[in-house]
């Protein structure tokens, strides 16, 4: 399979290849994509060395799927026209998520809906991933009626500006600042621009995608998103109010036998999830569930997960996976 990476040279593109390597992908060709000023720079995959490309070469060449991280206004321009040779498009920004005509996808959650007719495929916001593995099997059973969530999210969500801010807080050294403020030994209230109604584009994305994976508006979310200093790894505290009442021990049953979700929540023994447990791993972590004493049928959880991994590139490449594997992939046959 030929295999364009779009913005390969970006701190996510380098995941999806990294990714790409682990996970054994059936790439034959890899086609490293990048703006003007990185083509002709060679990437190692695999131990082979490939050269990145314009988008316009890239197009010609006709692969069979094309993994974008290179921004919203990268992917409206240029998703259609590799669209239009043929080529099935995953797309980690955040430009056609919620257009009605793209499909918005978690593999283990709403892979279902994909069909041959899916040219260009939109992946969640890393924060609505990780979210929606631990809600969406929990929604089936008991049906909520609202969530309200904080986000605890790492520099690295912001991009390499953010990472070396950070770095060059904690060396106390001058330099570019991707944030308004210091973001070392502080927390800031401020994921993304802010919009007119007071909330910021981060927490609006938790308000709307969770209801198009999920296939479900009857139940209502809001959120606060938080800048806070780690390098790497989204938290989430989440309060969930269901329609039904539940059994913790059932809940905890239901998540662990949830592909891609991993239960810790044992706290006499401090066993709770920690983004510095969940850097590079692919895996959803749960815990601190428990009953919200303060009214009826609501529950509590503790979210955490790389969002570089599963909240960007490893759920892009799950997505071409399920792809190949459920032969989705419009006029080309599998071995």
């Known amino acids: 399979m030929r295999i364009a990476v779009v913005g390969a040279t970006g ?9 790409l390597a682990e996970r054994n992908f059936p790439v034959t060709e890899l086609i490293p994509v990048a703006s003007e000023r990185s083509v002709g720079k060679l990437l190692s995959y695999k131990g082979k060395e490939y050269s990145v490309v314009n988008l316009a070469t890239a197009v010609q060449m006709k692969p069979d799927i094309a993994l974008f991280s290179a921004g919203g206004e990268t992917s409206l321009e240029w998703a259609p ?21 793209k499909k918005l996808v978690v593999p283990e959650i709403n892979g279902d809906v994909l069909t041959k007719e899916d040219k260009i495929i939109a992946n969640p916001n890393c924060s609505t991933i990780q979210l929606v593995m631990a809600l969406g099997p929990l929604h089936k059973k008991y049906r909520m009626k609202r969530v309200v969530i904080s ?27 991707a944030y308004p403020h210091p973001i070392g030994r502080n927390a800031l209230p ?30 209502s979310i809001t959120a606060t998103a938080v800048r806070i200093p780690t390098a790497g790894g989204h938290s989430e505290s989440v309060n969930i109010q269901f329609e039904n009442d539940f059994d913790l021990a059932k809940v905890r ?3 662990t036998e949830t592909e891609g979700v991993i ?22 972590f749960v815990g601190r569930i428990r009953r919200d004493e303060s009214q009826s049928n609501t ?24 792809l190949v594997k459920n032969d989705i992939l419009k006029n080309k046959v599998l071995a």
């Open 190 to 219: 401020h994921c993304d621009v802010f919009l007119e109604n007071g909330y910021t584009k981060e927490e609006m994305k938790l308000v709307k995608e969770p209801k198009k994976i999920l296939r479900d508006d009857s139940f």
């Open 81 to 101: 026209k590799f669209a239009e040779v043929g080529t099935t498009v995953i797309d980690n920004s955040s430009a056609w998520r919620m257009d009605p005509t």
């Open 299 to 322: 529950l509590n959880m503790w979210i955490v997960s790389d969002n570089l991994r599963k909240g960007a590139a490893t759920n892009t490449i799950q997505i071409a996976e399920y």
């Open 151 to 177: 986000t605890y999210q790492s520099v690295s969500g912001t991009g390499v500006k953010a990472v070396q801010q950070l770095d060059n807080e904690e060396a106390g050294v001058e330099g570019e600042m």
């Open 263 to 284: 239960v810790q929540d044992n706290v006499k023994e401090n066993v709770y999830p920690m983004p510095i447990n969940a850097h590079n791993k692919d895996e959803v």
């Open 253 to 255: 049953e239901i998540l």
């Open 11 to 19: 701190m996510v593109g380098n995941v999806m290849l990294q990714v």
